[in-house]
């Protein structure tokens, strides 16, 4: 991976009123926070974070290959990131819910990724699967001008039996925030059980437009 560019915050940053329209099921209720802005079509070479993610991505087929260790090396710098932001005195009331993948657990496809790297952040962070897939679906970024909230709820599921002992914060934690239509489904299922807790959407990037690519092929 090249060396982060502009496109990388070590840093936080808040989804605020100007973003929010690139990710269109979000309101402004909806509290999200990502480090890196992700192009969409840009390419693995567009950005370092473009880089980041199409690491993070690899498909666990490539598992055993070469370049499957630029997975693992994302993983590592996504949870490395994330921990330089929390403070560890916070860590007894927060709870970190993945956002499940496209694909069942135990089908070709499955990619826990995000558990992954919840997972390492930090030993003392209480990370809960408590949504899964239970019918396998297509990717976010495959049809993302076309999401359906109701036909994704359906496709998931809640394990009542972590739902015991709600936490102050719940952190939904994915790779990239696309239309915001994953987090809006997962955060009314925690509502459901969860009412009193509050809910952050945390993303490794959030995806941009390319607006300036219509503009490619004038002569001004």
């Not at 929390?86 to 993948?101: E, G, T």
Request: a neutral charge; aromatic letters at 6%.
């Amino acid at each position: 991976m090249t060396t982060f560019d502009e496109s990388w915050s070590g840093r936080l940053r808040k989804v605020s009123d100007l973003e929010r329209p690139d990710h269109w099921y979000l309101t402004a209720e909806d509290e999200c926070v990502f480090f890196g802005e992700y192009t969409a079509r840009g390419g693995y070479g567009h950005s370092s974070t473009n880089q980041l993610i199409h690491n993070l991505k690899k498909k666990p087929e490539l598992a055993g290959t070469p370049q499957y260790a630029w997975k693992g090396r994302a993983i590592s710098t996504a949870a490395n990131a994330i921990r330089a932001n929390l403070k560890p005195q916070a860590l007894a009331n927060i709870s970190v819910v993945p956002i499940p993948p496209s694909k069942p657990v135990g089908t070709p496809g499955f990619d826990d990724r995000m558990v992954q790297v919840a997972r390492a952040i930090s030993p003392n962070l209480n990370v809960r699967e408590l949504l899964s897939t239970a019918v396998a679906r297509e990717a976010a970024h495959a049809q993302q001008n076309h999401r359906d909230p109701a036909a994704l709820k359906s496709s998931l599921a809640l394990d009542a039996s972590k739902v015991a002992n709600p936490p102050k914060l719940a952190i939904l934690l994915d790779d990239v925030l696309t239309t915001g239509c994953s987090f809006t489904v997962c955060k009314g299922l925690l509502a459901e059980v969860w009412p009193e807790t509050q809910v952050l959407g945390l993303f490794v990037a959030r995806r941009v437009i390319d607006r300036t690519a219509d503009f490619d092929d004038l002569d001004l």
